[in-house]
């Protein structure tokens, strides 16, 4: 079975800061991960992924992530945040196994960017 | 290319009725998968649906069931509601087809009231 542990619920930081939101994963099996966003009343978008390859990656509106399989952390950074921002962050795992057990989902950190 | 839809958006039932919620895969996707949502166990695996096939299914009761159809539309049933069903549920839609196709993309999801 796996698990992801998202550290921080909520993350407060000023706009144009830099931010980072952590995710810890546990799994017995290789793992594809993944970070999605969720702005109110909507669904999830997928900001972006780790399937193999450069444990450096970059997605969608300035967001990049780096895995570190000895630290089981797939972290999410932007080196400046915006008003725009504000939302819910989910860091989620999927198994080797072409995700037989679906997507395990962290419980998610709140980013609220203050002016 | 349109994305996933679901519907309806917002629905409100009684305990002890049924129900049932749609989902639209993107054009071409043959892998719908259900999650809910709440805020109590946050976002849980439901189950998947590929080629009409439930492939894969998480940790629920038999009163939560699903079909897929020939051209991969998606529906979900809910029996017998209870209070604790009160959720959004989201459906995602992924190819499926190798391992690098497999993220999945979100629809706005079902805001399921039971009162």
């Known amino acids: 079975a796996q698990s992801v542990t998202q550290l921080d619920s909520q993350v407060p930081v000023f706009e144009e800061a830099p931010v980072e939101l952590r995710c810890n994963y546990s799994?017995?099996?290789?793992?594809?991960l993944f970070w999605y966003v969720q702005y109110p009343n909507q669904g999830l978008q997928l900001l972006l992924k780790?399937?193999?390859?450069?444990?450096l990656v970059k997605g969608i509106n300035g967001f990049e992530a780096e895995f570190n399989k000895s630290q089981t952390s797939f972290h999410l950074r932007k080196p400046s945040v915006h008003i725009s921002d504000t939302a819910e962050y989910f860091c989620a795992v999927s198994d080797g196994r072409g995700g037989a057990d679906g997507l395990t989902f962290g419980k998610g950190t709140h980013l609220i960017i203050q002016p | 290319k349109a994305g996933v839809t679901q519907t309806p958006r917002y629905l409100i039932k009684t305990r002890g009725q049924q129900v049932t919620l749609s989902c639209s895969p993107i054009s071409g996707h043959r892998s719908v998968s259900w999650y809910q949502q709440t805020p109590g166990q946050g976002l849980q695996f439901l189950f998947e649906?590929?080629?009409?096939?439930?492939?894969n299914k998480g940790n629920f009761p038999g009163r939560f069931s699903g079909r897929q159809f020939s051209n991969s539309r998606s529906e979900m049933n809910v029996s017998t509601l209870e209070l604790g069903d009160s959720a959004l549920y989201l459906c995602?839609?992924?190819?499926?087809?190798?391992?690098?196709?497999?993220?999945?993309?979100f629809g706005p999801g079902t805001r399921l009231t039971v009162t």
């Open positions: 649906y590929f080629s009409e096939t439930q492939r």
């Open positions: 799994s017995s099996v290789s793992v594809y």
């Open positions: 780790y399937l193999s390859g450069s444990t």
């Open positions: 995602a839609s992924s190819r499926r087809d190798n391992v690098y196709s497999y993220e999945q993309y």
